[in-house]
């Protein structure tokens, strides 16, 4: 588990910490793009960063974009929070904004 920030962003200095501890298994994270307590935005390319920096090189980021991932990309600027910017996965809700009766969500 890694601390997050006041702004609910991961800590990445706790990140670090918490992987050299470590270094010489694989990381998987889930980065957070729209927490739905403060709106955390982690960084999927400053996560790589971070990982590399310590010594992993096997690497998989999840992007839980549930919160905002639908239409994060119409923003500007737009968020970083999918394929070009680091991450191997995405999650969107569908019920959260689209106003989808049920549940639902999608899995990239």
């Known amino acids: ?6 702004n609910g962003e991961i800590s990445y200095d706790h ?3 918490e992987a ?11 980065a957070n793009r729209g ?10 390319l400053k ?4 990982l590399r920096d310590v010594g992993i090189d096997a690497i998989y980021v999840h992007s839980d ?9 119409l923003l500007s600027p737009r ?5 070009a910017d680091g991450a191997d996965s995405i999650t969107v809700s569908g019920h959260k ?3 989808a009766p049920r549940p639902c969500g999608i899995v990239l």
């Open 35 to 44: 927490t739905t307590m403060k709106e955390g935005r982690d960084d999927t």
């Open 65 to 73: 974009a549930a919160l905002c991932g639908a239409y994060a990309a």
């Open 1 to 6: 588990m890694v601390r997050s920030q006041p």
């Open 79 to 83: 968020p970083a929070f999918d394929f």
């Open 20 to 30: 050299a501890r470590d270094r010489k298994r694989p990381a998987v994270v889930v």
């Open 15 to 17: 990140l670090a910490q």
């Open 47 to 50: 996560i790589r960063a971070v």
């Open 97 to 99: 904004c689209l106003g």
